[in-house]
């Protein structure tokens, strides 16, 4: 390095501080020295001034140094502690009226905010990697290129290695590769460690030391989803077999007493009038059993909403002058226009104000139709003054009814409708109100 780069280099900071006391004091001790040596003054008077003004002087100024530079010293150590992630150094309170004071006060300050902050860092760490490691799903981290982070326990179990086989492989070498691409959530078919079975996926993206990294959460849901099948097959079988041998009894009765009636040598005067009586039944109960297995297939074969604008109060003022019955109230909501199909949205309220009449009429009350809106949904309310709700375990069971000529899927074709719109619907009693609400809750965007 030549003397001029020497040159244009910035002088520190102390031989700055050191530099500016030798100038600031460069007059007096000039001036002393002067009248030291511009006056007929004896030489040992001489020497002796020139000894203490030149001590004096650069005294002074390392003092001035040092008085400089301790402090910002001290700062500086306390900020490298705290970057080393020590918050345990402090610097001495100095007079809070005094600048210096003020700069230590707020650095140990600082310190112990930054103390507070690790602290409650760690602590959620720890509870984040227990929940994660305790959970029953798995969760596995994916960087940029497909290659494994990051797995919990669930995940080391579902896959069947330990985490350190697992880290560092991609995601096709474990079978994963699908369930990082398409949809979210969405159940997939997936062979995990050579066993097949369905899952639950969930993707979502984070960054971790400024990279993108894919995190995926797979449930598996066969054993769920075969308890359900289970369960809904039971009740389906339970209550197909009530139908059944509803219409089967009276059937197969009645044809034992015409057969046992054809084999007699002479027949009975009232025997045309019973054959007829009996053939009568026997129609009425096909009947029956054709309207619920129609029924039955109404509610397997319910198609996609075709969605269209559709005003509310129209709507519900169209529905209630359907029931021909008695007098639906309506009690007017906001002006509201929802995105939905009006004609499947007709047969879900069709069946709500049909069941709340069917419930006033026995007890002599009235139906009152209502609506309100908040941002994202409206919300349909039917009333009735019946006698309230006789079984609420079985209200949405498939072709369970109490009613004596009852298909049993009013309910359940009306909570399909109203999920196939992402909507819900719910069934309570109007405590302590007479009879019974039905709340049928739509988005206002489906």
Same mark, same amino acid.
Not at 411 to 437: D, F, K, N, Y
């Given at each position: 390095m030549d003397s001029s780069e020497r040159r244009r280099r910035p002088a520190r900071h102390e031989r700055s501080v050191v530099a500016l006391a030798f100038w600031s004091g460069l007059p007096g001790a000039a001036f002393a020295l002067w009248w030291a040596w511009g006056q007929p003054h004896p030489l040992h008077v001489q020497l002796t001034v020139t000894l203490v003004v030149v001590a004096a002087w650069l005294g002074g100024a390392m003092v001035l140094r040092e008085r400089v530079a301790w402090p910002l010293q001290t700062l500086a150590n306390i900020i490298a502690a705290i970057r080393e992630g020590d918050y345990g150094i402090r610097a001495h309170p100095g007079d809070p009226e005094d600048a210096l004071g003020v700069a230590y006060l707020e650095i140990n300050t600082l310190g112990e905010m930054l103390r507070g902050q690790r602290l409650r860092a760690v602590e959620a760490d720890a509870l984040l990697r227990r929940v994660t490691a305790e959970i029953d799903v798995g969760v596995f981290a994916f960087d940029a290129g497909g290659t494994l982070r990051l797995v919990n326990r669930a995940g080391t179990r579902m896959l069947r290695r330990s985490a350190d086989e697992l880290i560092g492989r991609s995601a096709g070498e474990l079978g994963l590769a699908g369930a990082l691409d398409g949809e979210s959530p969405r159940t997939l078919d997936l062979t995990v460690a050579g066993a097949s079975g369905r899952w639950e996926v969930r993707r979502s993206s984070f960054r971790l030391d400024g990279r993108p990294h894919a995190l995926l959460v797979l449930t598996e849901v066969s054993r769920a989803l075969r308890a359900e099948e289970r369960d809904a097959w039971r009740r389906l079988i339970r209550v197909l077999g009530h139908e059944i041998n509803n219409s089967l009894a009276p059937i197969k009765s009645i044809a034992g007493s015409l057969r046992a009636q054809l084999g007699r040598p002479v027949r009975a005067a009232d025997f045309d009038a019973d054959l007829a009586a009996g053939l009568g039944v026997i129609e009425n109960r096909t009947e029956s059993l054709g309207r619920f297995l129609a029924a039955y297939s109404a509610l397997a074969k319910l198609p996609p909403p075709r969605l269209a604008p559709l005003r509310v109060a129209e709507w519900v003022a169209r529905v209630a002058a359907l029931e021909p019955r008695l007098s639906v109230s309506i009690r007017p909501g906001a002006d509201v226009t929802i995105t939905a199909d009006s004609d499947q949205l007709d047969q879900a309220l069709i069946n709500l104000v049909r069941n709340a009449a069917d419930a006033a009429l026995e007890s002599g009350g009235c139906v009152e139709l209502s609506w309100t809106a908040d941002p994202a949904a409206v919300e349909v309310r039917v009333d009735d003054e019946g006698p309230g709700l006789p079984d609420p375990g079985n209200l949405f069971v498939p072709f369970f009814t109490t009613k004596?000529?009852?298909?049993?899927?009013?309910? @359940?074709?009306? !909570?399909?409708?109203?999920?196939?719109? $992402?909507?819900?619907?719910?069934?309570?009693? !109007? @405590?302590?109100? !007479? $009879?019974? !609400?039905?709340r049928l809750r739509l988005p206002r965007s489906a």
């Open positions: 004596l000529r009852g298909t049993g899927i009013g309910l @359940v074709l009306s !909570r399909q409708i109203a999920e196939a719109h $992402g909507g819900t619907l719910a069934l309570e009693s !109007r @405590v302590p109100l !007479r $009879g019974a !609400r039905a």
